[in-house]
């Protein structure tokens, strides 16, 4: 089982308020992803890191940013909540064999914004 | 850009029954393709993964897909579903290159009793 962490499970927070939502991993990987999950299931990709000091912004286009300053670290911030940030956010590690990468997810962060 | 395709956002079995998932996938080079399993409340776990070796690939708890590339699809079979079977299901596929896997838009399997 892939030791990957996500903190805090449950988030409800009132619009304008900053947040971090923390993901760390102790499998030294250096590839990790930031998904942003509908209700309707759908992944969107939203960030990702191939090591420390490197950031991509994904598919869909997303007010958060994010750091990679350790590699087992990568926390995502969002500076002024709003309403339509309330979605589930999963981050994941790839274990960095290439195209064959399996990517490891925690269980994701429920993020509720009043 | 590759793509995949999963056909039927919601499939709906009875316990015993076999269960058959869809993915088609659009690709210009050999793909990889791959199948991942989220439980509700959780998030998403590796079930299988063609890397160009044996096209009936086996994974956990059961289930096996075939890669056909005739028919460009890589379809998700379990011969008697179980309750525990119940979650959202991704088909997905790795682009050529150092990029992030492409996920379909998902497919939820409800196991009737």
């Known amino acids: 089982e892939a030791d990957i962490y996500q903190t805090p499970r449950y988030l409800v927070i009132g619009t304008g308020k900053k947040i971090t939502l923390e993901c760390s991993q102790t499998?030294?990987?250096?590839?990790m992803y930031w998904y942003q999950q509908d209700p309707g299931m759908e992944l969107h990709l939203i960030h990702y890191?191939?090591?420390?000091?490197?950031?991509e912004k994904g598919d869909l286009s997303s007010e958060s940013t994010v750091s990679r300053i350790r590699t087992e670290h990568f926390p995502l911030t969002l500076e002024s909540a709003r309403p339509s940030h309330t979605s589930q956010y999963l981050c994941?590690?790839?274990?960095?064999?290439?195209?064959?990468?399996?990517?490891?997810f925690g269980p994701g962060t429920r993020l509720t914004v009043l | 850009a590759q793509s995949v395709t999963q056909l039927g956002s919601h499939v709906s079995v009875s316990e015993g029954a076999l269960v058959l998932l869809r993915c088609n996938y659009s690709?210009?080079?050999?793909?990889?393709l791959f199948w991942y399993v989220q439980y509700p409340n959780q998030g998403l776990q590796l079930l299988l993964k063609y890397t160009s070796a044996a096209t009936l690939v086996k994974g956990i708890n059961g289930f096996e897909a075939e890669f056909k590339k005739s028919e460009t699809s890589f379809h998700l079979t379990k011969p008697s579903a179980h309750m525990s079977d119940a979650a959202e299901y991704f088909c997905?596929?790795?682009?050529?290159?150092?990029?992030?896997?492409?996920f379909g838009k998902g497919t939820r399997l409800s196991v009737i009793a």
């Open positions: 890191s191939y090591g420390v000091n490197s950031t």
């Open positions: 690709s210009s080079v050999p793909p990889y």
């Open positions: 499998m030294g990987h250096d590839k």
């Open positions: 994941a590690s790839s274990d960095g064999l290439g195209r064959t990468d399996t990517q490891y």
């Open positions: 997905a596929v790795s682009e050529p290159g150092n990029t992030p896997l492409v």
